[in-house]
């Protein structure tokens, strides 16, 4: 992969990596910081959604990050596509239910990503 491409998936990878862990371990503080239309309560009532989601967050992590270990260059490609695919609908789907900022913190990154690995 070129180095542009592994450094985008680097960059999501580490992204989701910490939405895993605002999400499991720090959603009643952290949440409450980035997140300041809700009250106390809603983060409390929430922490064990908000932890799933942080899990699910971790598997795209560990899917973008196993292929910087995958030797086979078509293999290493089709399962970053799947992963940054995975991410993109996800970006999409939470820009449209939840937060329109959600396209461009994760849709975007992942959908540029997406764009570099199949015009390379």
């Not at 999501?12 to 952290?30: G, P, R």
């Not at 809700?38 to 196993?66: C, H, R, S």
């Not at 993109?88 to 959908?111: C, E, H, N, S, W």
């Amino acid at each position: 992969m070129a180095l542009a491409i592994k450094l985008l998936i680097g960059f999501v990878a580490l992204e989701h990596l910490f939405f895993l862990y605002l999400e499991m371990f720090s959603w009643s503080k952290m949440g409450r910081q980035l997140f300041k239309g809700y009250d106390k309560e809603f983060f409390t009532q929430t922490k064990v959604l908000a932890a799933n989601q942080g899990l699910y967050n971790g598997f795209l992590a560990a899917g973008l990050i196993w292929t910087f270990f995958i030797e086979d260059n078509a293999w290493q490609q089709n399962v970053a596509i799947f992963f940054l695919g995975c991410i993109a609908v996800a970006g999409i789907y939470g820009a449209a239910t939840a937060d329109r900022k959600i396209f461009f913190v994760q849709a975007l990154p992942a959908i540029i990503g997406l764009i570099l690995l199949v015009t390379v």
